[in-house]
């Protein structure tokens, strides 16, 4: 009897938060693609949507994809009316790399490759921003391995609005590169392994 009361107690509880949950839950996107509803000033990076995709060739045969999630840091500073002064800088973990591979995971991290434990971290730092037909190319500072190269990524804005989940207004916006690894001290294998390393970006941002 007591255990029936409590699991009546339990599932009426887990109604209830999901009938709340479902209140809370917009029921059309709030972000969109109209930069009218970006306000401008310091915006801080979303760590929990904001990835780094890669892709190199494998010794000829496929085009292998790592993922690097979770950013630790960054910030955007944006005037909507003067786009072009824009900056940002964010900062990765390099232990939050992922290949799906567990071994290729824990390999990448060793001293001949990343050196994690001497290098824990990427950064990118923006230092010039041109606008043309409404799309950026973002140059910056990458420091990977402890080794800095400048490098240009292709950006286009995604949208803008008020997370109504969050509370936050959020910016977001996608980004394209290429690097070679061989340039930040890293170019175990090459070329039976790619040295060309492709840079697919989602990040998103919150004031």
């Known amino acids: 009897m007591r255990a029936t009361a409590l699991a009546m107690i339990f599932t009426a509880a887990l109604s209830l938060t999901v009938a709340i949950d479902a209140q809370q839950m917009p029921t059309s996107p709030p972000g ?11 915006y801080a990076v ?3 949507h904001t990835q780094v995709l890669f892709a190199y060739d494998h010794m000829g045969f496929t085009k292998n994809i790592g993922l690097i999630a979770a950013p630790s840091s960054g910030t955007l500073t944006l005037d909507p009316k003067a786009p072009q002064k824009a900056s940002v800088t964010v900062t990765f973990p390099v232990a939050n790399m992922r290949t ?7 390999h ?4 001949e490759f990343f ?7 990427a950064t990118f730092k923006s230092t010039s921003v041109k606008i043309e037909d409404g799309e950026a190319e973002i140059t910056g ?28 207004e959020t910016v977001g916006f996608s980004a394209e590169g290429v690097i070679k690894r061989s340039d930040f001290g890293i170019g175990g294998g ?3 392994v790619g040295d060309t390393v492709e840079l697919k970006i989602s990040a998103a941002f919150e004031k």
């Open 100 to 106: 799906g591979i567990t071994e290729l995971d824990q």
């Open 141 to 168: 500072n990458l420091t990977i391995h402890g080794v800095t190269k400048e490098v240009t990524l292709d950006a286009e804005f995604v949208g803008a609005g008020m997370n109504t989940m969050m509370k936050k």
């Open 190 to 192: 090459v070329p039976v």
């Open 46 to 48: 979303d760590p929990h």
């Open 32 to 42: 969109k693609r109209d930069t009218k509803l970006i306000t401008g000033g310091t």
């Open 108 to 111: 990448l991290l060793k001293p």
């Open 115 to 121: 050196d994690a434990a001497k290098f824990p971290t």
